[in-house]
């Protein structure tokens, strides 16, 4: 049995090198199609600025020597260099998820797990989802302190892609999955830690990618309001209250990539994990 | 209470209620089983098969009756009680090693005891080379060696098996059964196993307890005293195989009336 095995190995070796190979040149063809489509939307965008020739609308080169410039030079306003802007955004976003999955993971579970806990959370989870983010951000001035108070707003953009996921999850698991651990001698008690949790790491990664990119978005309206530690958000509307347009393009390039790697990682690590759960 | 008797179920009866209709899917059944015994209930698809395995489980609860096991009243699912599902129902994050500790994992055993005992098992069932795997890399076959290997790892009185080879191929299957007879000498264990086919019953039981058609009550029990391994070409296979074969027709064709009569009203 041994030997077969060995022997549907390099068949199996064989055919994967084969696929390999023609997944490589698909994967470069996407790659080409890709950089193409960015190259023309810059030079679109080139275009329609030399045809508009106004100030609020810079050159790509214009704004990517900006970009250049802000990271070796401080910004008039808060002395800081970009690097330390992102810094200082990237703390927020970490206090505001982190206090999001702490809070959204056991109270998804147990919403998703148990109807009593649901009933009495649902009402006030839908009633709480629908208002916007950046509508508490009055109310986390005044009642937090930096940087709580922008975390506070990027905490609520997580908090609940985190928390419906979570629920999602739990109601997605296969009831037969829950009638096999009991006849395995699970009880109550360590159904949730042993079964339930591990079940839904996969949809809750979910979560956690697009609480992300939902925290990014929020983060530039939370730090657009007023800030003292500086940050990315700060620094587009700093820039654009003195008609520095190609410094606050900048910024909005420096959002968009940060926001595109933090997915991106996000949703690496994701498809990682399922196939390392042996989930998919 | 008999001295062998390792379940005994009594007056069972159990009544699906739901909001708009209520089913009734096992009547006054009783049913004796003796400690080391291959016992299979076999009945036409629908009958109330995988809801009597699920009582004795313990993840229904009867309407009327009892079920005891060693003279105690069985109330709710337990270790003592391992089942095996035609769904395998295997833990799709645990590799296969995993899945076979998890009931030891959970009472708290010491990780390198259960990783011995895992190891028996995984020897038991033919599944050397694979510890670590995850299910969705294994066959149907292997994975029902998992779930069978899974249940038995907690050393319990009694293994359920609810058409643990009904998902897979002929062939598979005819292995199994031999590798399955063989885990039972090996074991002692006793094992209710349950199907719709015939030969499947013959070629594994001790004692075939043929089921009416819903609700399920019992309308036979056949001994089987032919010797293993058992030739299923055989002559008095064959005459076994009529024999039960009429008994189950006859309640196929009424569950197949009923369904016609509920579909004409
Ligand atoms: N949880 C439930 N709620 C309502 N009805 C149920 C439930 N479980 C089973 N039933 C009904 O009880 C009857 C018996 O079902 P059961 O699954 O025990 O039959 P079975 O003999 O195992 O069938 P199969 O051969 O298809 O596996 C069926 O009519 C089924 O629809
Ligand atoms: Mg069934």
Not at chain 2, 152 to 181: C, H, K, W, Y
Request: net charge neutral; hydrophobic share 45%.
């Amino acid at each position: 049995m041994n030997k077969k095995a060995s022997k549907a190995q390099k068949n199996r070796t064989f055919f994967l090198s084969f696929f390999k190979v023609k997944k490589n040149r698909d994967r470069l063809i996407h790659l080409g199609i890709s950089i193409l489509a960015v190259i023309i939307f810059i030079l679109a965008w080139d275009l329609y600025a030399q045809l508009q020739n106004k100030p609020y609308l810079p050159r790509p080169h214009m704004v990517f020597d900006a970009l250049i410039a802000s990271f070796f030079n401080r910004d008039p306003f808060s002395q800081r260099y970009m690097g330390e802007h992102i810094l200082a955004s990237m703390v927020r976003i970490l206090y505001g998820f982190i206090i999001a999955f702490i809070l959204a993971v056991p109270l998804g579970l147990l919403m998703g797990w148990s109807k009593h806990v649901h009933n009495a959370g649902n009402p006030i989870v839908e009633l709480i989802r629908p208002i916007p983010p950046i509508a508490w951000i009055p109310f986390a001035i005044v009642f937090f302190d930096e940087p709580f108070d922008t975390a506070f707003i990027v905490f609520l953009g997580i908090f609940f892609p985190v928390l419906i996921n979570t629920i999602f999850g739990v109601k997605r698991i296969d009831p037969i999955i829950i009638d096999a651990a009991k006849t395995l001698g699970v009880t109550k008690r360590n159904m949730l830690q042993k079964v339930i949790f591990p079940a839904v790491i996969p949809t809750l990664m979910t979560g956690i990618r697009i609480g992300l990119g939902i925290g990014w978005m929020c983060i530039v309206a939370a730090e657009m309001v007023g800030v003292t530690g500086g940050g990315v958000g700060f620094y587009i509307s700093a820039m654009a209250d003195v008609g520095r347009y190609d410094d606050m393009f900048a910024g909005m390039i420096v959002i968009g990539i940060l926001g595109f790697i933090t997915v991106g990682g996000a949703s690496y690590i994701e498809r990682r994990v399922s196939r390392w759960m042996g989930m998919r | 209470m008999d001295g062998n008797a390792l379940i005994k179920i009594e007056h069972l009866t159990k009544i699906f209620d739901s909001d708009d209709k209520s089913v009734s899917a096992i009547s006054n059944l009783n049913l004796t089983i003796e400690e080391g015994e291959f016992i299979t209930l076999l009945g036409p698809s629908g009958c109330g098969k995988t809801t009597i395995l699920r009582l004795i489980a313990g993840l229904e609860i009867p309407s009327e009756g009892i079920i005891y096991e060693r003279g105690e009243k069985v109330e709710g699912p337990g270790p003592n009680r391992g089942m095996v599902f035609q769904e395998f129902a295997l833990f799709p994050w645990r590799t296969v090693i995993k899945n076979i500790e998890f009931g030891l994992e959970i009472q708290g055993m010491p990780k390198e005891k259960r990783r011995e005992i895992a190891m028996h098992y995984i020897d038991l069932v033919n599944l050397e080379g694979f510890e670590n795997a995850h299910p969705n890399e294994l066959s149907g076959g292997m994975k029902q060696r998992v779930g069978i290997a899974r249940a038995l790892a907690n050393e319990p009185d009694v293994l359920l098996m609810d058409e643990p080879f009904g998902s897979l191929d002929a062939q598979t299957r005819n292995i199994m059964q031999r590798e399955l007879l063989g885990i039972w000498q090996k074991t002692n264990k006793t094992i209710v196993f349950v199907t719709h086919s015939v030969d499947e019953a013959l070629y594994l039981s001790d004692r075939v307890v043929v089921l009416t058609s819903r609700p399920a009550t019992i309308k036979k029990e056949i001994s089987i005293d032919l010797l293993r391994p058992r030739d299923r070409a055989g002559k008095e296979f064959a005459k076994l195989r009529h024999e039960i074969l009429g008994e189950v027709e006859e309640e196929v064709t009424k569950a197949i009336a009923s369904e016609r009569k509920k579909e004409e009203s």
